[in-house]
């Protein structure tokens, strides 16, 4: 029997052994990159690693150093500086806000702190500082909350603080008012947390736990202090507590030029103006921080510069007797009734040869509470319809034209009838006189006279009871006049926030030119002016037509404590910012009319009130048709009509010394002659002040200014 072998069916090879070593080739492979990449870590560049790790970088702190001084022109000190102890924390980078909340926590049982604005967000961001707080918080949330971003989701978590937060204790509530300005801070600035009010027990307690406040520290807070008063508060300005820091208003400037959010800075007048000169240079300390945030040193690279100082025009005895001279009269006003209406009373003293203010002062009626209250920056931010007193700039303006002259100026003064228009006259009795010459028409303070040089500047062709016409370049030529000695436009001091005048418009509601309104803005009965202006005009007459800038900063001084070793950076120089075109002959004509209105022989002048001051002055009174609301916290209440005083004088006549500038406006009644006696008490002020000499040939009747 033949035998047949059957072959054995063949195994499938395996394909496992083959995965696996495809596999073990791969963790080969990541295993020698991951070698490779030690060996360049540790072996290549380990010393270059080694040194990241370890590095530190460093960041500049500014400090604060006290402000500029303010003297007045007798180096008596009207502003100085105080040094305060003060508690401070200066925020390092990448601080928490756990480490924040543990640190006011700490600094709570050791100082008090006003917690009187301290709001229910601020306590709430205090209480979710806390980890703990937080977790508790943090459970009253869903899986999907906790999901969320970080700002959606910390106003979840304030809403459920909201609703399980304990009230706070007062050692609690004062933890959170310092872990507030601690959590405004930007990193490494420094703030205060206490600058007002810190005891001796405070910073001793403060100075001995340091070591456990990160941040904190103990530092001086500089503010202002008046060892002569606050006399003169007024003009020279506040300054803003660090709470208040930067005002809104300008916080980008500020930010832009390199201050700090809670610097203080000069919020109004002087302060305001000369904030760059007064701040001072900040001490400068370069911190550095290691990889950890931790700060490793802290080298003051610049101790700082005390602001410079600033060196008045202002005599602070005499601008004390002036704003009590304008108190005085202004306060008879008020308590008479006759300033029911009336907005305030203002006054400025000039140097007219200089432009140096020598004193400004003024007082706002308070309606509601019927008092009266500072504002002397009412001398330049209101305006008022002044009266008469522009006449001598009117008369100059004609001088200039060529419309009358110092040799023929006399025109008749009758009264001027227009169609469909009240009569046009002057204050006293219609047929008084024919005819008046310019000198004559100041001493009496003529309208009419007035008028008939606008319609002579106008080309006015008129006829009694017909309509009036003239050029209709009338405005502008009378308002090129008038600008020239300032008025209308604004003088430049250096203060903040001047206004132009007011302009009353050129054309009536049918667009005809409103030719009675020019007749009246010859007697100074339609545009309006600050006080401030008024002063530089009258001493643009006194300076014989010159126009100086006002100015009340003399000169800047550095911050040496020696007084005699102060050097001066900068002195202020009069500057001639015009001169009228008119000649020195039509001046003088001028002056002597002004003087006539002290010193003339008619009965009917109008400011002899002053005419036995000695040496004898020259004058301008002004008295205006004004209107105020019957009711002036209501503007919608009828308006009724007032009147407005003013005053303009130079003295001594022959000499001046000062210009003086005043007014009034909206009395009810003009009976207490208020405008006459400020000027009379002001000027006399002066004259004893200064010890100016009498005129041993000076006589009331004497009839004239020049010669």
Same mark, same amino acid.
């Given at each position: ?81 105080? &040094? =305060? /102890? ?5 925020? @390092?980078?990448?601080? #928490?806000? !756990? %480490?924040?909340?543990?640190? $006011? *926590? ?22 979710? &500082? =806390? /980890? ?5 918080? @943090?459970?009253?949330? #869903?899986? !999907? %909350?906790?999901?969320?971003? $970080? *700002? ?22 004062? &933890? ?532």
């Amino acid at each position: 029997m033949k035998y047949i072998r059957t072959p054995r069916p063949k195994r499938p090879k395996s394909r496992i052994p083959f995965r696996l070593n495809l596999l073990f080739f791969f963790v080969f492979v990541l295993f020698a990159l991951l070698v490779g990449q030690l060996a360049y870590l540790q072996i290549i560049n380990g010393s270059s690693f080694s040194e990241v790790v370890n590095s530190s970088s460093s960041t500049t702190v500014e400090g604060t150093v006290p402000r500029g001084m303010i003297y007045d022109s007798e180096g008596r000190v009207m502003v100085s500086n105080k &040094a =305060n /102890k003060a508690i401070t924390y200066t925020k @390092n980078v990448s601080v #928490t806000s !756990a %480490q924040m909340e543990k640190v $006011a *926590t700490v600094l709570a049982t050791y100082i008090n702190a006003d917690t009187s604005s301290l709001t229910k967000r601020q306590e709430l961001d205090y209480y979710l &500082a =806390n /980890k703990q707080n937080l977790k508790r918080v @943090n459970k009253q949330l #869903t899986k !999907a %909350q906790l999901k969320l971003g $970080a *700002t959606k989701l910390y106003k979840l978590e304030l809403k459920a603080a909201k609703k399980i937060m304990p009230s706070l204790s007062s050692k609690q509530k004062t &933890a959170a008012a310092i872990y507030y300005k601690m959590n405004s801070a930007s990193e490494f600035s420094t703030v205060y947390l206490k600058e007002t009010g810190v005891t001796s027990t405070e910073v001793a307690q403060v100075g001995e736990h340091l070591s456990s406040m990160p941040g904190v520290n103990l530092g001086t807070d500089w503010t202002n202090s008046y060892p002569n008063g606050k006399s003169m508060l007024s003009i020279i300005g506040s300054v803003s507590t660090s709470k208040q820091g930067l005002p809104e208003d300008s916080l980008s400037a500020y930010l832009t030029e390199g201050y700090s959010r809670n610097d203080r800075v000069g919020t109004s007048y002087l302060q305001k103006q000369y904030e760059d000169v007064l701040k001072g240079s900040k001490s400068q300390t370069k911190v550095t921080v290691n990889s950890n945030n931790s700060v490793t040193s802290a080298v003051q690279q610049y101790a700082g510069s005390a602001g410079e100082n600033l060196n008045l025009t202002l005599d602070s005895k005499f601008q004390g007797q002036v704003a009590d001279i304008v108190k005085k009269y202004y306060q008879s006003a008020v308590s008479s009734g006759a300033a029911s209406l009336s907005d305030g009373a203002y006054a400025v003293v000039m140097n007219p040869s200089t432009g140096a203010v020598l004193a400004m002062t003024g007082y706002k009626h308070n309606f509601k509470k019927n008092t009266i209250t500072e504002n002397a920056l009412g001398t330049i931010n209101q305006t008022f319809v002044m009266g008469s007193v522009v006449k001598p700039a009117m008369v100059l303006g004609a001088l200039e034209d060529g419309v009358i002259t110092t040799s023929n100026s006399s025109l008749p003064d009758v009264p001027i009838y227009l169609k469909g228009t009240p009569v046009k006259k002057s204050w006293y009795n219609i047929g008084a006189y024919s005819s008046l010459t310019a000198d004559h028409a100041l001493e009496i303070s003529s309208n009419i006279y007035m008028m008939r040089l606008a319609m002579r500047e106008g080309n006015a062709k008129y006829e009694a009871n017909s309509y009036l016409t003239m050029d209709n370049d009338i405005f502008s030529k009378m308002r090129r006049h008038f600008g020239e000695f300032g008025l209308g436009i604004k003088t430049g001091i250096d203060l903040p926030g001047e206004v132009t005048g007011l302009e009353g418009a050129t054309h009536n509601s049918y667009g005809a030119l409103a030719v009675g309104s020019a007749l009246d803005l010859s007697y100074g009965n339609y545009d309006a002016y600050t006080t401030m202006q008024l002063a530089d005009y009258v001493s643009t007459v006194a300076n014989d037509g010159y126009r100086m800038r006002p100015y009340l900063v003399q000169s800047i001084t550095d911050s040496s404590k020696s007084s005699k070793s102060k050097s001066v950076l900068s002195t202020t120089q009069p500057e001639v910012l015009g001169k009228i075109g008119a000649t020195q002959a039509d001046v003088n004509l001028v002056k002597q009319g002004m003087w006539m209105t002290v010193h003339g022989s008619d009965s009917n002048r109008t400011v002899s009130a002053l005419n036995d001051l000695n040496p004898g002055v020259a004058a301008k009174s002004g008295t205006a048709q004004t209107f105020a609301h019957s009711d002036p916290t209501d503007s919608s209440s009828p308006l009724v009509e007032t009147t407005t005083i003013s005053l303009v004088a130079f003295a001594p006549a022959k000499n001046p010394q000062i210009a003086v500038a005043l007014v009034i406006p909206n009395l009810t009644s003009t009976s207490g002659a208020w405008n006459t006696s400020m000027a009379h008490d002001i000027i006399e002020s002066y004259y004893k002040l200064h010890n100016v000499k009498e005129d041993s040939g000076y006589s009331s009747s004497q009839a004239t200014i020049n010669g």
